[in-house]
């Protein structure tokens, strides 16, 4: 990264999770303005040759024919398909549930592309007939800039965070177009992250003239280039990002049109054709914070994160469910609650806080005990790795240290900080350069390790369980007849 050319805007969801597109657009704009601003002032301007970008995943939005956007982004966070996702599944059966998910990588879910087009297909019903295509949002922001209508392609990685793309095939799954009621014609040509194009319209290109002949390379998914940026390339790491959401990936390596089996209750995206990515993420993660900082007395005192990290482990007598917005891995339960049991009279913030940071890091090293399960899989016997570790990414594992601590002790494992501040942006830079043939190394300088309590991980193991009775009295339980699993 050149020093001082770190640029930033910010924009929010609406309270239904869709975003606009122009906003966004214009936020891209003003950004790479700035920073190709900040290379013309210095002395010796460094020579930019290539662009690449990461966009986070879910996202994708209609488009007319001179691709021109027609609706607002729809995100992973738009939870208004709920009944159209259970629907889904009632419809395909618990055997044919399984199948699909083995063939695309993902679950029938609200974060995913088939139940949401299923839900515009009945309450706006003109917007699916208007739409000549529905595209990613990078590779709509990159098409823009090129002036590219229906013929910008998408990349495999941004693709398989749809839940569209046959990930042995890679191709459009047909079966799955067919139930959310999805045209095939209306989804964009596919291709792999390196194949790059050129040629900026003309108000771009004289805004960006350092940018007029250098290849822009298809959009990657966030948590991909999170992967990659903090060194994470392969099954010997897990990468376990909390920022707004919360997530645990690792990396699997694949030769022609193999895939993995998949364990129950993981996704399976791509970085590239033949690398995948797989894991599960929690819809909340330091959306949790956010939400303690909104509502308890205190709740943005930096002084209540000292009292936090000063509490021994599960002292607080709470068990608490992270759900405030649905659950993703490792249940898939759209319609669960955050609940939380055990108040008294003597509960303070900084224990409903505590609560809240165990609760999440809990529930993400139930994903990674699916992981490891998966990562000692025959179909991978080079994945046998016996010094697994955690590579720590995003906002809220970076500035509170007691989240790192939590987290090695909850799993047992090593958590290394590396040193890296901007891990996504990184992750991109790699893949570009090894794109354009110029490797780079991907591992980092690790900034710190945090080694795990043994008695501390005993004392979450048992927490550990009297969450999971919650969940399966609070989540399970009352939605059993409403909501079927999917057995593997």
């Not at 063939?103 to 029938?108: A, E, N, Q, R, S």
């Not at 009292?307 to 759900?323: C, I, K, N, R, Y």
């Not at 529930?363 to 025959?378: A, F, G, I, K, N």
């Not at 830079?429 to 309590?453: C, M, R, W, Y």
Request: hydrophobic fraction near 40%.
């Amino acid at each position: 990264m050149v020093e001082g050319t770190l640029q930033r805007e910010t924009t929010g969801m609406s309270p239904v999770g869709t975003m606009d597109p122009v906003e966004i657009e214009e936020k891209t704009v003003a950004v790479i303005s700035r920073c190709l601003e900040t290379l013309r002032a210095r002395p010796n301007p460094p020579q930019v040759i290539a662009v690449g970008m990461d966009c986070f995943a879910m996202s994708w939005l209609a488009i007319d024919h001179s691709g021109t956007a027609i609706s607002p982004v729809y995100t992973y966070a738009d939870a208004r398909s709920a009944p159209y996702a259970q629907r889904l599944r009632e419809e395909l059966g618990d055997a044919q549930n399984q199948l699909m998910w083995n063939k695309t990588g993902t679950p029938v879910h609200t974060s995913y592309a088939m139940p949401q087009y299923k839900r515009l297909l009945q309450e706006d019903p003109a917007q699916c007939r208007a739409a000549a295509q529905w595209r990613t949002l990078g590779a709509h922001l990159v098409g823009t800039w090129m002036g590219r209508a229906t013929d910008m392609p998408v990349s495999f990685s941004e693709a398989s965070w749809t839940g569209l793309l046959d990930r042995r095939a890679l191709t459009w799954h047909g079966e799955a177009c067919g139930l959310a009621g999805l045209p095939i014609h209306k989804l964009p040509p596919l291709a792999d992250y390196d194949e790059a194009v050129t040629g900026l319209q003309q108000r771009y290109a004289e805004r960006w003239p350092e940018l007029c002949d250098v290849p822009f390379f298809l959009a990657v998914g966030d948590g991909a280039a999170a992967n990659v940026g903090t060194g994470v390339v392969d099954s010997s790491a897990i990468c376990v990002t909390i920022g707004t959401s919360a997530a645990a990936r690792t990396v699997l390596h694949s030769e022609g049109g193999h895939a993995p089996q998949l364990s129950p209750g993981l996704w399976d995206y791509r970085i590239s054709r033949h690398r995948h990515l797989v894991g599960g993420a929690l819809t909340d993660g330091g959306s949790l914070n956010a939400w303690f900082g909104r509502t308890v007395v205190g709740g943005t005192d930096p002084q209540l994160w000292q009292e936090v990290a000063a509490m021994p482990p599960d002292s607080h007598g709470l068990t608490m469910l992270p759900f405030l917005s649905g659950e993703r891995a490792p249940g898939y339960r759209g319609e669960a609650h955050c609940t939380i049991t055990g108040i008294h009279p003597g509960t303070t913030p900084a224990d409903m806080v505590r609560a809240g940071a165990e609760a999440v890091t809990m529930r993400l090293t139930e994903v990674m005990d699916v992981m490891q399960l998966m990562m000692r899989s025959p179909w991978d016997p080079a994945s046998v790795q016996p010094q697994l570790r955690i590579v720590a990414s995003g906002g809220v594992l970076e500035n509170l240290p007691v989240m790192r601590t939590i987290l090695a002790d909850a799993s047992g494992l090593p958590v290394d900080m590396p040193q890296c501040a901007e891990a996504t942006s990184r992750g991109v830079a790699v893949l570009v350069l090894e794109a354009l043939h110029t490797p780079v190394q991907a591992e980092l300088e690790v900034a710190s390790i945090t080694l795990p309590d043994p008695t501390a991980t005993k004392v979450y193991a048992s927490a550990k369980q009297r969450q999971n009775a919650l969940y399966n009295y609070h989540v399970i339980a009352s939605s059993f007849t409403s909501m079927p699993t999917i057995p593997w």
